[in-house]
């Protein structure tokens, strides 16, 4: 019997955080581990199981176990069940306050029904006390990279929090930065982080070579916890039709989409979206309409829906539009925009696609990479500065869109607006074929191979996945033996 065989298979369930960044790569990963014939359970809400039935392959190794989302405890509508469902800051703190409150079903149900190690998610810091109460192994997720949490940790041991320039000490790279990490936020993190540093792991959806050796043994070296690369989670989905159906449903089909990318050249084309929490305002959503017609360049838009709003006047588009931009680039079909969830991996995955600007979310970070495709740099909140940092300044796979001010979610109103020139100057950077994009793209593509060297068989998260399965059957029998 091998070590993955039926009778040693661990029983693992994963609990992803409701919102898509955190729920789609974790859920790729708890499809890896049945790839491997363990058996898995997601444990979700309703809402979202409906989402996943559609999205990940079901079966005998891959179950999903729901729990009743307390929408009329905290005043939220039937469905909204997700963060990128929420409309406004006051929504999104509805439906935080609703995630906190799902502690009593999910652990009801892991305590009837105990597994031999849980996956969850950090934002749900109190699976550190179920697991030690059944004394099981718990292993922590959080959708960054560890090149950001070395950040994390960095600026908070030297309370770098009130400069607006500063270099992060003690990083094997030295690595400036340009904005200030709201102090909250940072302290938010740097607590949930404290809880993963407990886990028995963190599972990383990235691979070992784009973190680097060097921030792997950084990382072990100052927190004294382990890391696991498992990804690139999106490389899972091989078929087009498996790509586009990651996450919620597109709005386009997928044939359009494809149709539309394969009337386009290679490298030709500039993907533009900035995930699913961030949403600019009208007058930064303009700016970007001029800088993408000035630069002349093919372009896919995403833009998300305006929520309440299901036919929007020519008067509204023109708050966020140049007067006449759809007439000269979507009619001519230069362009396409997006209105609301995009099959963003099956975009990325097009070879007619030549730069992705983006807010360096992590799974977009790395979908791109995934795929050789190098990347306008436009972080908003959360880690992103960070990840920006790694693209740009440690990897060279893109050029910064410039930046400044880190907000404290992807909602509300923004100080600074990023100005068409600028934004026009970044794009002409990466897609004029000089001798910098040149070098940028060949990067991008090098660390492309990488991505799926990674993944095959003998690669570095083939090998550390089987590595993590064994380390977890022999936690579970040594147990079994006390
Ligand atoms: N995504 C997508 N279509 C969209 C918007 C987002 O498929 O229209 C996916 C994207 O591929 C990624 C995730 O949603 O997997 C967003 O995660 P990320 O970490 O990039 O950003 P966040 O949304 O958490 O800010």
């Known amino acids: 019997m091998n070590m993955e065989g039926e009778e040693k298979a661990l029983k693992l369930y994963f609990i992803p955080y409701l919102a898509p960044g955190h729920m789609i790569p974790l859920c790729d990963i708890a499809t890896l581990f049945a790839s491997r014939r363990q058996h898995v359970t997601i444990i979700t809400t309703p809402s979202n199981a409906q989402i996943l039935r559609k999205s990940i392959p079901l079966n005998q190794h891959l179950l999903l176990q729901t729990v009743p989302f307390p929408s009329r405890e905290v005043g939220l509508p039937d469905g909204v069940e997700s963060l990128s469902s929420a409309t406004s800051p006051d929504n999104l703190a509805k439906i935080y306050q609703a995630t906190t409150l799902l502690r009593p079903p999910i652990q009801h149900f892991v305590e009837k029904h105990p597994p031999d190690c849980i996956v969850a998610d950090f934002l749900f810091p109190w699976v550190d006390e179920l697991a ?35 270099v992060i000490p003690g990083l094997p790279h030295s690595i400036s930065m340009n904005a200030t990490p709201p102090k909250i936020m940072s302290e938010l993190l740097e607590a949930l982080l404290e809880t993963v540093f407990k886990s028995n792991g963190l599972i990383v959806n990235s691979f070992a070579e784009l973190d680097g050796e060097e921030y792997i043994k950084h990382y072990e070296e100052t927190t004294g916890h382990k890391a696991w690369h498992l990804g690139p989670a999106s490389l899972i989905r091989r078929t087009v039709q498996e790509k586009s159906e990651r996450g919620e449903r597109s709005v386009v089909s997928m044939h359009e989409c494809l149709s539309w990318l394969d009337s386009k050249r290679v490298n030709s084309v500039l993907y533009i979206c900035f995930g699913s929490l961030c949403h600019f305002e009208d007058k930064q959503l303009y700016e970007i309409s001029c800088a993408v017609e000035a630069s002349g360049q093919e372009f896919v838009w995403v833009v998300p ?58 799974n977009s970070t790395v979908e791109a990479v995934s795929v050789g495709v190098p990347m306008i740099t436009w972080p908003v909140h959360g880690e992103q500065f960070y990840n920006e940092k790694l693209i740009t300044q440690v990897r060279g796979i893109g ?14 109103e923004r100080e600074k607006i990023v100005s068409r020139e600028s934004i026009e100057k970044a794009v002409r950077r990466l897609m004029d074929g000089g001798d910098e994009a040149q070098k940028i793209r060949r990067s991008a593509l090098e660390f492309g191979d990488k991505a799926k060297l990674a993944v095959q068989e003998g690669g570095s998260s083939h090998k550390n996945i089987t590595v993590l399965i064994d380390e977890l059957i022999r936690l579970r029998d040594r147990k079994l033996l006390e």
Not at 144 to 155: R, T, Y
Not at 400 to 410: L, R
């Open 132 to 166: 030690n109460k059944l004394r099981i192994p718990r292993l922590a997720f959080n959708g960054f990279s560890l090149f950001a949490i070395c950040a994390i940790e960095s600026v908070k041991a030297h309370s770098l929090y009130e400069y607006s320039s500063f």
């Open 305 to 362: 829906e305006k929520k309440g709003k299901e036919d929007e006047s020519g008067e509204e588009k023109e708050k966020w539009l140049a007067k006449g931009f759809e007439e000269r680039n979507i009619e001519k079909n230069k362009g396409l925009i997006i209105r609301g969830w995009a099959p963003q991996v099956m975009i990325l995955s097009h070879p007619a696609v030549g730069a992705f600007m983006t807010h360096c979310g992590w």
């Open 399 to 412: 050029v910064e869109v410039g930046a400044g001010e880190w907000s404290m979610m992807g909602f509300g």
